[in-house]
Structure formats: C-alpha cells, structure tokens
C-alpha cells in the first residue's frame, strides 16, 4: 500500500513539474513597438540567435508607412517603412531596426502595394541592446522627420 501511495505521489508531482516547465516554455520575450500615439504597431518575438537581414522584400515584422509616402532617408530614397529584428543576447535582447527603400533597380517611390514588396530593401538604421522591462524610445526616427517611436521589451505567454 505505501509503496502504491508513494508511486502516485512521485507521478503527481512529476505531473506538475511537466505543467511548471511546459509553462516556462511558452513564455516568450518580446519586442513590441509602439508609434508616436502610443499605438501598437507590431511586436517579434525574440529569435535565439540573430536573424539574417532580408536581402528583398521587409521580413515579417514590417510597419508600412500608409498614411505618408513623403518619408525620405539622408539618401533621398524614399522610405515605405519599417522592419524589426529581434535575439536574444545575454540576459537581454538585440534590436535591429531597418528601413524599407526601393532596391537599386526599383523606382523611388512608395512601395508597399501587391507585387512591389520584394523590390524593397532592408537598410540598417540601428541596432543596440535592450533590457527584459526596458523601453528605449527610437529617436534615430527624427532623421526621417518623423515623430519618436517607443520600442519595450517584455517576458509574456507566446
């Protein structure tokens, strides 16, 4: 009987530990991206090691600039919008921010309709280190003569 007992006891706790490290992995950390409004845009989940950059088209994680197509980079190129990468690093996070420009056999002009993705290209605008419950606020963005956008990064359910 105590030996019964006592084999339940072990698969009842082996049950839970199971549920505790089933829940562990599925808690994800996360970049979220607000805009100027505070509105959210778009949030990656961290990859375990860096991504490669896209060589065409914005990646998965692109914010497009629809409401204003007069965004231009130093270059004159105009920008369509924005893409985020995001790795693990340490105990905290690397962010890469790019943004989308026609490629060099593109015209320059907003691209961000059916069929015209993939002539945008990927260019680095920054890329830096973040903390788990850090915000950074993206002032690389006022070169582009916009607005500041806020960048979090958080621990939360996949």
Do not use: C
């Amino acid at each position: 009987m105590r030996a019964r007992m006592r084999s339940w006891l072990l698969l009842a706790i082996s049950v839970t530990s199971l549920g505790l490290v089933h829940d562990q992995a599925q808690e994800t950390t996360w970049l979220r991206v607000f805009d100027a409004r505070g509105e959210s845009r778009v949030g990656t989940g961290a990859k375990a090691e860096k991504p490669p950059v896209p060589t065409r088209g914005p990646g998965n994680n692109a914010v497009f600039f629809h409401d204003n197509h007069t965004v231009r980079d130093e270059r004159g190129r105009v920008v369509s919008g924005l893409s985020f990468q995001a790795w693990l690093d340490g105990s905290g996070v690397r962010v890469a921010v790019y943004t989308l420009v026609p490629g060099p056999d593109a015209p320059n002009t907003y691209l961000a309709g059916r069929g015209t993705l993939g002539q945008l290209r990927p260019v680095t605008l920054v890329e830096f280190s973040m903390e788990v419950g850090a915000t950074r606020r993206l002032t690389e963005l006022e070169r582009l003569g916009l607005e500041p956008w806020t960048l979090k990064v958080e621990k939360g359910p996949r």
